[in-house]
Nanobody, 122 residues
Framework: VQLQASGGGLVQAGGSLKLSCAAS????????FGWFRQAPGKEREFVAA???????YYADSVKGRFTISRDNAENTVYLQMNSLRPEDTAVYYC?????????????????WGHGTQVTVSS
């Protein structure tokens, strides 16, 4: 399995970015996916998850601002990030779950991408 994240960059506070995660290697539609992030000097934290059927789950810190979605035809998971804040600055990682449903725990994920940098300036 390979996960390729893209779409990161530098944006001003209040701006938007859309991350993409292209997956390959096994039947995409059978698995849940998640986004995590890691800021400098901090532990990796959960951001959002989406089940095989499209059900979503968010960290409180991003609820109402970020939207996770998936396109099973394109084998791609997205993270639309709006109203970005400087504290959203981090490397963002996509991950593929072990099962159809995935939540906020690292142990629920089997494969990880390399990450994409998001920097939000104030």
């Amino acid at each position: 399995v390979q996960l390729q994240a893209s779409g990161g960059g530098l944006v001003q506070a209040g701006g938007s970015l859309k991350l993409s995660c292209a997956a390959s290697g096994r039947t995409f539609c059978n698995y849940g996916f998640g986004w995590f992030r890691q800021a400098p000097g901090k532990e990796r934290e959960f951001v959002a998850a989406i089940s095989w059927s499209g059900g979503t789950y968010y960290a409180d810190s991003v609820k109402g601002r970020f939207t996770i979605s998936r396109d099973n035809a394109e084998n791609t998971v997205y993270l639309q990030m709006n109203s970005l804040r400087p504290e959203d600055t981090a490397v963002y990682y996509c991950a593929e779950g072990r099962r159809r449903y995935s939540g906020s725990s690292f142990t629920e994920y089997e494969y990880w991408g390399h990450g994409t940098q998001v920097t939000v300036s104030s």
